[in-house]
């Protein structure tokens, strides 16, 4: 066997390559657990000529608007993912002008593709700004930003927001993004419609991708000044590319007055002084139009009060399950249920908008009545106990006025079947009741089943 000797010459610089590079190595390992334990334990500010460098990188995801901010700071979170976070942070057009404001701004980022030379944000969050919202009486809305309404938008389209959305998400920078967090908002809302002010308090957004659908969501209180406090909770599903989604909304403890005003469908309740709280459900179509929408609504103990200066009708709760096509001028109800002192009644049917193009004032509505049960009224001997009962009324608002077409009942307890028709209206802050009531079968014995002799015209 042959022997291999290595030259001591060689083997010193052997030793010499060996010992540097460990040494290297050691160096650099010593320096990124420093650099490391300083990143966790907090925040470093980025000299200004690199953190000009992040900024103009993340100005390059959109050539319309532009970011501008004084201080950035590095840091990891505790899965040791680089955190950039800045401060005071000012969005431009892209004719430099403001129009939005923030406390902060966090932003993560890949490593791995930093290393590469590629900037891929994977999240953002964003913290405290101030908004004014206006509602104009044909419906658009006007947004003020800041807290000196330094900038004005004249219209909120939500399908450009979305469309908006979609552009960003399917460019390359984007790639890696996984969700983005807006806190803190705060906001004050004029109804020009109504003439009421409202504040909105801590408001969130949240945006998030799951695979290749983006969902939205956003929740918020609403103070009117009363004592009572309003709350919102929504959200949006959609596939990345499309404006086709699904989406949910959450209402509680709303004024019936306020859910009147929401959508010509939702103009009925205004007679109503009670509070509300529901659900809608629907969708939007590949062009952006809506679906038919799904709402549940539970109303609380309450009034019926058409006028200022009327008696008010109490009732105790009422619900109503019903569709619509927005726009269409027509409500499906699945059910309508009512309850209160003398009344409890369980409906289907529907109600058609008259003039759905302007503030809907008048209304005709077809109810088939699943269970009806009375009290008297403070007039009838008896009760009337149905489950096969059906009306036509036409409503007008204002003043108030309903006209009824007709009102069948089969009376379970007495086996008489009566037809009805008048009309109830508001005058001069008076109630005033005109009702006519016939039956083909009834004889006087029946008729003073319900109704008192004491009552009866004798002449």
Partial sequence: MKKIFIPKTGSSIFRWVVTFIFSVVLFFAVVTVAVVAVLRDGEVQIPQ?????????????????????NRIYLSLDDSFEPEITISNVDFLYSEKEPF???????????????VFGKFRVTSVNLDSANLSIIRKNNGSLDFDFGAENISKTEFFDTLSFLKKLDEYFVIDE????????????????????????????????????????LVMGFDLALLSGGEGVA?????????????????????????????????????????????????????????????????????????????????????????????????????????????????????????????????????????????????????????????????????????????????????????IGTHTDGFVSVKDDNWVVSLETRSGSADLEEVLYFWPKKNINQK
């Fill in 100 to 114: 939005l404001s923030f406390n902060s701004l966090k932003t993560k980022f890949s490593l791995v593709d930093l």
């Fill in 231 to 415: 709350t919102i909770e929504a959200n949006f599903k959609s596939t990345i590319g499309q404006i086709k989604g699904e989406f949910g909304i959450l209402l509680n403890d709303f004024s019936a007055q306020d859910i009147a005003n929401l959508s010509p469908e939702f103009r009925w309740l205004s007679v109503l002084e009670a509070p509300i709280s529901g659900a809608l459900r629907g969708s939007l179509n590949k062009d952006g139009k809506l679906n038919p929408v799904n709402t549940t609504l539970q109303i609380g103990s309450g009034l019926i009060k058409p006028s200022n200066d009327i008696e008010a009708v109490a009732f105790n709760s009422a619900r109503a399950y019903f569709s619509y096509a927005p726009g269409s001028g027509e409500i499906n109800f699945d059910e309508i249920f009512i309850d209160s002192k003398d009344l409890k009644a369980t409906a289907d049917g529907f109600l058609i908008i008259e003039n759905i193009e302007d503030v809907p004032e008048t209304f005709v509505t077809q109810l088939n009545f699943t269970d009806l049960q009375t009290g008297g009224f403070g007039l009838l001997n008896n009760r009337i106990s149905s489950n096969s009962a059906s009306t036509t009324f036409r409503v007008q608002l204002d003043p108030f006025d309903l006209e009824i077409a007709q009102f069948y009942v089969y009376d379970q307890n007495s086996e």
């Fill in 49 to 69: 000529r690199f953190a000009s460098k992040i900024i103009s990188q993340i100005n390059s995801l959109s050539s319309a608007n532009f970011i501008q901010a």
């Fill in 174 to 213: 984007m790639e890696r993004f996984q969700h983005l967090n807006l806190f803190g908002l705060t906001a004050q809302v004029e109804d020009q419609l109504t003439g009421k002010i409202f504040t909105v308090d801590g408001a969130r957004f949240r945006l998030k991708r799951e695979e290749q659908a």
